[in-house]
């Protein structure tokens, strides 16, 4: 088996599928990039055995097609390292002795064995739909961030694609924090949901861009994403996901609009001086003032800044984590922001005033930290 | 700790060594707190009438108790016992079990290190302790009177059976004058005759005591050496003087209460969660009604408040002769924290 590739060619394959590799596996052979060569085209594939991800790269001269496992740090290490140029591999699929030959000099390696490498989950009777890159990526940076962290719940930890045939939701939440993402531009052809865990959710925003078209197949416990020449299969996260729709309060008379760049500034100074456990900040609205405010006892910290907003409602002073608050203001692109409330022990929800989409809403939601 | 207080006494009064001495009041209505063992020869026991007591002992010198002074020689005694374990749990001042199944002083056994701690206490107090060692605090209890004063006594392992089979039945721990009665009455004179019985039977004649009583006869108690007694309310209560069934009466007396209950609370530094008000009527019926709350009680007038609701949710008909409000779900000052803001979560 060999092959000639250019250095940088090869380098990029390898950095797109180079997220699934684990810093410490328990099985030898994950530590390997599995290459199959097919005439020019070489498929490249790492896997966690939970998810496996491929790629192929045209080399510019193949002899001998085959396959065999390559240990990945090595090969990244080295590829770094060149300028670009043509790579000369020549394998010994008898002994997994691999040379490569650089303008430089040559390198040697040993392989494993590729029939030890794990195969590609199976996607049987799977369904397919096909969406834009923009809505993927647009869902991954608005939700991927409420996602939860609690093992006891581990369906929290993923976010929840919900198709139907006249939108996409895409939906995140930690119990503290939930962000609903729903795009009517994109439709499936029958209602369908699951649950996409963080790993390939954070290997899809690192290789998807706006313009792709993806690909998405899918059963009760895989998902498959192509795209360009990537292609990711995952396991789903098993178990329901919560009822999400029943906890986004629908009342809420309450009406705060403010500039958002102002607020989240506003709140990035004053939450310095909230307390370093429950980082809460008080949110007092009277007639078109916002005051914000935050104390933290232990220091005898205190802050208080004053915004002028629209409101429309009954004064009230509410509690939240001011983290909270700065990642949700942060994941939202828009000039004014309407923070909806009805009650101090009641959920707040955070919602863009201006659009950049006609196709899109996003919804924020976040539980108070109670003032005592 | 041999005859603690009269010691004590002796011991800080050389005058009085050797004699027949009491401590405790010699008036009409007097009580003996202790009795030296020169008193002892005369039938004077501690718990005895002063009055009693001088029929027996004429020459019976009464000295009056000085508790600070115990309580200091107690604490030099404690501190003895806490370079052998630190599983001490206090009895009384003058008496404590001592778990030292971790020997730590690496003693060849425990009657070995129960000779050095008396030797310890009398080289430090100058005064004399008994001891009594065995495989668990009643056999340990029972065998430290064995050989008192200035003695001790160890039961082995293989020795407690046939100890426990001839003990007369009214040393057993949780036999009382009552209990010891209806065992004589049953024929129940020593452990022998106890163990003679199933424990179903037990059950039929003493209820919730009898795996207590089976299994104690035969050496089994599972009762560890507690090393912290911790306290599990604080509170005060109030029999009054005439009963009371007026509002305002009742409302003065639950303020009272609350402020003394807050500051008992504050004295020991303690914070609790839970109000417990305890009302007995002039029919010697009683009542107790609870609530917890969220956080720890910051106030007199919470608990007043509380407790108020707690009595007047549903105003008893008949007149009241005892009240008491206690402070359960103790925290200390150190575990306590104010209350905090509260991160809400959805409810899924």
Known sequence: MNFIVSSSTLRKGLQQIGGVLNASNSLPILDNFLFELSGQDLTISASDIENTMRTKVVVDEGKEDGKVAVPAKLLMDILKNFADQPLSFSIDTGNFGIEISSDYGKYKLVGQNAGDFPKGQELENANEITISGDIIVNAIDKCLFATGNDDLRPVMSGVFFEFSEDKLNFVATDAHKLVKYTRTDGVANKSADFILPKKPLNLLKQNITSEDSISINYNDTTVRFSFNEIELTSRLIDGKYPNYEAVIPVENPNVLTVDRISFLNSLKRVSIFSNKTTHQVRLKVAGSELSISAEDLDFSNEAKERLTCNYVGDDIEIGFNSKFLLEMLNHLTCNEVILEMSEPNKAGILLPVDKENDSEKILMLVMPVMIR | ?348
Not at chain 2, 291 to 305: D, P, V
């Open chain 2, 1 to 348: 700790m041999d005859a603690f207080y009269a010691s004590v006494e002796q011991l800080d009064n050389p005058e009085l060594k050797g004699k027949a001495l009491a401590v405790g009041g010699d008036g009409e209505r007097g009580v003996i707190a202790a009795a030296s063992y020169e008193a002892r020869k005369f039938g004077v026991k501690s718990a005895m009438a002063s009055s009693l007591a001088k029929k027996k002992c004429p020459h019976l010198i009464f000295v009056p108790p000085r508790f600070d002074r115990y309580k200091e020689v107690s604490n030099a005694i404690r501190n003895v016992f806490y370079r052998y374990t630190d599983l001490v749990e206090p009895l009384a001042l003058d008496e404590a079990f001592l778990d030292v199944t971790e020997n730590i002083t690496r003693h060849s056994s425990a009657t070995a290190m129960a000779k050095d701690i008396r030797k310890d206490i009398l080289e430090e107090t100058g005064l004399t302790a008994s001891a009594g060692i065995s495989i668990n605090k009643f056999t340990a209890k029972i065998a430290s009177d064995m050989n008192k004063p200035n003695g001790q006594k160890t039961i082995k392992p293989h020795e407690v059976v046939p100890f426990l089979e001839q003990l007369p039945i009214h040393k057993f721990f949780g036999v009382g004058k009552v209990t010891a009665e209806k065992m004589k009455r049953m024929g129940i004179f020593n452990g022998a005759h106890l163990k003679a019985h199933s424990e179903a039977f037990l059950r039929t004649q003493f209820g919730k005591s009898a795996g207590h009583f089976y299994n104690i006869v035969r050496g089994v108690q599972h009762s560890p050496v507690k090393a912290h007694r911790e306290r599990k309310s604080i509170g005060t209560e109030r029999t009054l003087r005439e009963n009371i069934h007026l509002q305002e009466d009742i409302e003065a007396m639950v303020s009272k209460l609350a402020k003394e209950s807050f500051n008992r609370l504050e004295r020991s530094q303690l914070f609790g969660k839970t109000i417990t008000l305890k009302v007995k009527f002039s029919d010697f019926t009683q009542i107790t009604r609870s609530k917890t709350l969220e956080s720890t009680i910051q106030s007199e007038e919470e608990i007043y408040n509380e407790a108020h609701e707690l009595f007047f949710k549903e105003p008893p008909k008949k007149s009241i002769r005892l009240m008491g409000i206690s402070i359960s779900n103790l925290l200390k000052n150190e575990e306590h924290k104010p209350p905090s803001p509260e991160q809400l979560l959805l409810d899924f």
